[in-house]
């Protein structure tokens, strides 16, 4: 995303790219007419809901991990709208029934629990189970649903014995940012141990994380995937559920320094947080990249840029630039609009980034959000 007015941006503001949006969403809609799979937004991932326009177009749809999001997929994007979530309670059951097509129960005493409930509903959707097949190349433990103990999903050895009665779809997701080759494996996996059950089912999900969008994504492997298990299950309707290909690379974060000094290295505080507004820079963790930024010493000024927290940690890692940096100065954050806007906290009071449209044609922005502090104290009570 190239803009020109990058200094009169109001900061700090996540800024998103419609014209990026569509040309992932085109990708993936390939995907769909290529294999017959439908392809639904995760919303966990990407939940900006004034840019669905752009993007409805292309999908089926949206899946949710609680009854608030199951509520904005209904409302703001519409087509099929599916559920997962570890555990539901009563209340979220009965939210839920009246908005969703798919229900997917983590384990066998949810669906028991539930399986009446669903049943009798008079426009019951339609019943999963979310499986484990035990197999993961994610090697970030805090993101790998099939590490040791896993709460997530039903092993093989744990669908023993156990009734399958109403269930008509089977749900896993292993996978994290990664490409075909990875699925491909997992899928060997998951057939080699819930053969028994898939030719039972209408439908199979087959989760989220595959980078679709990335340059490097094998678009045409991915279909032969997907076309080679459905010819072996033609009675198998297949999901995904991307939610970071659909924003990757579609949005920056604008932010401006704060005040620049001297501690046992250059010290830069900009108008953003880690913990606040990227937090998986501390969670994953990892570097986010920063344009016309370098690694330390790579450019002959170099600077450790730390939040807006008092939070010891909340630093966002060291780079360097051309020049030296001055208050005032704006620094764009790249590949920012997936699991940010829907992860910021109000920690510490500090005020959440304003939201924008970039229209690439005009080389215009649109502030489509903004927050004040009625929306930090009104959170609370």
Not at 2 to 23: N, W
Not at 67 to 72: G, K, P, S
Not at 314 to 330: N, S, T
């Amino acid at each position: 995303m190239k803009f020109s007015y990058i200094e009169d941006i109001p900061t700090p503001c996540y800024v998103v790219d419609t014209g990026r949006l569509e040309q992932n969403a085109r990708t993936i809609h390939h995907v769909q007419e290529e294999t017959g799979a439908k392809v639904i937004l995760a919303l966990k991932g990407f939940a900006m809901f004034s840019v669905f326009g752009a993007l409805k177009k292309y999908l089926f749809g949206t899946t949710a991990s609680s009854v608030h999001e199951a509520r904005l997929g209904r409302e703001e994007f519409g087509g099929e709208v599916h559920a997962y979530a570890p555990a539901y309670s009563d209340a979220d059951i009965e939210a839920l029934l009246p908005m969703v097509d798919h229900i997917t129960f983590n384990s066998f005493s949810q669906l028991e629990r539930y399986r009446e409930q669903v049943r009798v509903y008079p426009k019951p959707p339609s019943v999963g189970l979310r499986i484990n097949p035990e197999y993961s190349e994610i090697k970030t433990p805090l993101y790998d649903p099939c590490r040791p103990n896993s709460r997530l999903g039903m092993t093989c050895e744990q669908c023993k014995g156990q009734s399958l009665i109403g269930v008509e779809g089977l749900h896993f997701h292993t996978m994290c940012e990664q490409n075909a080759d990875t699925l491909e494996r997992t899928l060997e996996v998951v057939e080699e141990k819930f053969g028994s059950m898939i030719p039972q089912m209408k439908w199979i999900n087959f989760g989220g994380g595959h980078h679709i969008s990335r340059s490097d994504y094998d678009v045409e492997r991915l279909c032969r995937i997907i076309q080679g298990f459905c010819k072996r299950h033609p009675q198998c309707q297949v999901y995904l559920e991307p939610g970071e290909a659909i924003a990757l690379h579609a949005g920056v974060l604008v932010a401006s320094v704060l005040d620049v000094f001297e501690a046992s290295m250059p010290m830069a505080i900009l108008d953003v947080s880690a913990t606040a507004h990227m937090p998986d820079v501390l969670e994953m963790p990892y570097r986010p990249l920063i344009r016309g930024g370098g690694e330390p010493g790579a450019k002959p000024f170099t600077y450790r840029l730390g939040g807006l927290t008092c939070l010891a940690g909340d630093e966002i890692g060291d780079y360097a630039f051309d020049q030296p940096l001055k208050v005032g100065d704006r620094l764009i954050f790249e590949d920012m609009a997936h699991y940010t806007m829907v992860k910021n906290t109000a920690f510490n009071g500090v005020p959440l980034p304003s939201i924008a449209i970039h229209d690439s044609e005009a080389e215009t922005y649109q502030i489509v959000r903004s927050f004040d502090y009625h929306d930090y104290r009104n959170r609370l009570s």
